[in-house]
């Protein structure tokens, strides 16, 4: 057990830390946040946003005069990612928005780290240069040529310091393999390959080679009027690297073994519930929809995330969930509005704290939620700017849904559907959150007493 993960909502207070971002007047579509990722030691975060750009904060280390404040999130490198393109074949425009950002395992001095639009993935690597190199032959200090005339004797160049320059240049470009929209990318536990997935194809890349790679899963029927369902999410297993899972639209989750064919349309194992049919109606297959998927750290669990719930799945177990947790269930009566307005079809994903505890998931009114799955206890919380001074506890929220309403409940009809919470990250190791709210980057800790 990781310290400090025990139960959850008895032990952690969670309090705000920092908050980056403008103040929501004048924030333009470019500015809101479309991914959210630590690296593996938690001592980064990167987040995506909707203009093609990534920013990437560093933790600062803690001071020495006062060992109970823990290191910020501060700005470390920004760099434009993806530009806006025009597929000219199909008279259509390339968004620039940043879909998802992996990072790999640290190797070296440098970091690298994936990131996708709808069409091209890149590989980047951010270092640091703290030092230049002087005194060339054959070229004066500002890096003009020099008179090979004057030059009389042989210099050795000596290496000076200057001020510390975090450089972000892209290694690879991985383009031209997806006919549809870039869901999901995930590195592969061999840190040599890594899938991408778009609405029917699931395509298997090594990281060394861009012009080529090997389609996985394919989906698409000879007559597109047959299709049934695409793919929402995939992901590769944290230990196994011949395994994966992707979901659909229909619910299911596939769990796929790249050691019985080189195609992999034939599944490994199916997950899915068998749906109650007092429960069925116009909506139901909208919200039964997967948006997203991921695997516990210990390889032994899939959570999924669906409109108005979370489901963890045991790998052993293909029939039905072994935990289903609510998250708005409030909203149930509102899938009328909901579809009219186009939120039910908002995205949320999920995610795992460092020791499977816990999980987290975004909802409206920049509502996020916490389910212990020890004690079954949750709890809702709000990313805002009014409770946002330092160390300020973090009170829980309660949605009222009829009847009469408490002090400090909200009602279900004055939710701000505007303002909603679909990318959130957990630190590796500790707790340590941040939370994606339009163009604002929340980060929170627990009280350390």
């Known amino acids: 057990m990781i310290p400090g993960f025990g139960n959850l909502m008895q032990d952690v207070l969670w309090c705000f830390s920092q908050v980056k971002g403008t103040i929501d007047i004048g924030v333009t579509e470019a500015d809101i946040i479309s991914t959210v990722e630590f690296n593996h030691t938690g001592e980064l975060l990167a987040t995506g946003d909707k203009g093609g ?3 990437i904060f560093q933790r600062e280390q803690e001071s020495k005069n006062q060992p109970h404040r823990r290191g910020e999130y501060n700005v470390y490198s920004t ?12 008279s259509l425009e390339i968004e620039e928005k940043i879909n998802k950002i992996r990072w790999l395992p640290q190797q070296n001095a440098a970091y690298f780290l ?3 639009n709808d069409k091209t993935v890149k590989l980047w690597k951010v270092s640091e240069r703290d030092k230049r190199p002087e005194g060339y032959n054959l070229k004066d200090e500002d890096g003009r040529l020099r008179d090979p005339s004057m030059i009389t004797m042989l210099r050795v160049p000596v290496l000076r310091p200057m001020d510390l320059m975090v450089e972000a240049t892209p290694r690879r470009v991985f383009a031209n393999a997806h006919t549809y929209h870039i869901n999901s990318i995930s590195v592969n536990s061999d840190y040599e390959t890594y899938m991408s997935a778009d609405d029917l194809r699931i395509n298997l890349w090594n990281f060394e080679i861009t012009n080529q790679s090997f389609n996985i899963v394919d989906i698409k029927p000879a007559n597109m009027e047959e299709l049934t369902e695409v793919i929402t999410a995939a992901e590769f297993h944290p230990h196994h690297c011949n395994t994966f899972v992707y979901s659909s639209s229909k619910g299911t989750i596939r769990l796929c073994d790249m050691r019985t064919s ?10 899915e519930e068998p749906e109650d049919p007092s429960n069925r109606s116009f909506f139901s297959e909208i919200i039964s929809s997967i948006s997203d998927v991921k695997f516990s750290h210990s390889g032994r669990y899939i959570m999924t995330r669906d409109y108005l719930t979370v489901k963890v799945w045991d790998l052993n177990m293909e029939n039905r969930p072994i935990e289903t947790y609510q998250v708005h269930d409030y909203l149930r009566s ?3 509005s909901l579809y009219e307005n186009d939120c039910i079809f908002d995205k949320f994903e999920c995610v795992w704290n460092g020791s499977d505890s816990v999980i987290m998931t975004g909802s ?3 509502f996020f939620r916490m389910f212990d799955r020890n004690t079954k206890r949750d709890v809702t919380l709000e990313a805002s700017r009014e409770n946002s001074k330092p160390r300020a506890i973090l009170k829980p929220r309660k949605v009222c849904v009829g ?3 408490r002090k400090d409940e909200i009602s279900v009809d004055s939710l701000d559907f505007s303002k909603k ?14 939370v994606a709210a339009t163009n604002n980057l929340y980060i929170f800790q627990d009280k350390v007493n």
């Open 53 to 55: 750009r990534v920013v």
């Open 79 to 90: 760099f434009q990612s993806h530009e806006p393109e025009f597929d000219y074949l199909k």
């Open 114 to 116: 994936l990131s996708t």
């Open 262 to 271: 080189a195609l992999c349309d034939r599944h490994a194992k199916f997950f």
């Open 334 to 336: 509102k899938l009328c």
């Open 364 to 366: 409206y009114n920049n």
């Open 403 to 405: 009847g009469k309403r």
């Open 421 to 434: 919470i679909l990318h959130t990250a957990w630190h590796p190791s500790e707790n340590i959150i941040a």
